[in-house]
């Protein structure tokens, strides 16, 4: 079974459309995070939730927003997108922020 | 507080050493290192918690100085299969936030 599962794997979509992201767990963690990490491979926290609680909302735009039904699943939905929205979003778990953290496959997100 | 990494690229020939850091101005709650190979996710290598701490993972170990502003990574002997991306990270134990320096390239040539 996969740790950290992310789908679509990839996903390319028009300027302007809205677009969601899924992401499971199955480690029984308490802390999810997403990730955007652009063409010079920088990997940038966007959100990070604690037991369905959002603990930190870094200055993305509002044009994101992150959804969690329950523990193991934090969703990433994404309205109007723009061209610069295009990277590689990551999601990853862990128990807590001084354990390991586990990486979905990532989606490869592309705007046209 | 983002860390820094050095050097941004490195590039070697199989079987020599490398070091890359990994630094604050400010003292760091936890140093996290990662590797992530091309097109694919990261993957764990090692924390370290404690100043002063050391460990080691076969041919990659790593430190953290006293202050815990500074921690290094080394990589022995380097084989191909090291050639990736490193990062750094950093996290302050129960802000559930962690953040990852810019990354360190490194490729490893026969």
């Known amino acids: 079974d996969t740790a950290v599962s992310q789908t679509p794997k990839y996903l390319v979509t028009q300027m302007g459309n809205d677009k969601s992201i899924k992401c499971e767990q199955n480690l029984g963690h308490d802390t999810m995070y997403w990730y955007k990490q652009d063409s010079k491979k920088f990997l940038k926290i966007m959100f990070s939730y604690n037991n369905k609680e959002l603990i930190i909302n870094e200055t993305v735009p509002n044009r994101f927003s992150p959804k969690s039904p329950d523990k193991a699943h934090l969703n990433l939905h994404i309205n109007s997108l723009e061209l610069g929205d295009s990277a590689v979003y990551f999601c990853?778990?862990?128990?807590?922020?001084?354990?390991?953290?586990?990486f979905g496959q990532g989606t490869r997100l592309t705007v046209v | 507080q983002q860390p820094v990494q050095s050097p941004q690229a490195v590039i070697l020939r199989e079987g020599e050493d490398a070091v890359i850091n990994c630094s604050s101005s400010k003292a760091l709650y936890s140093v996290h290192w990662y590797r992530q190979k091309h097109g694919e996710a990261p993957v764990f290598l090692m924390i370290l918690l404690k100043g002063g701490e050391q460990k080691g993972h076969e041919k990659i170990s790593a430190s953290f100085n006293e202050k815990k502003q500074q921690s290094s990574l080394y990589l022995t002997a380097s084989q191909l299969s090291y050639s990736g991306t490193y990062f750094c990270g950093t996290a302050r134990g129960g802000a559930q936030k962690l953040v990852f320096g810019q990354g360190t390239r490194l490729t490893i040539n026969p």
């Open positions: 990853a778990s862990s128990l807590t922020d001084t354990t390991e953290a586990f």
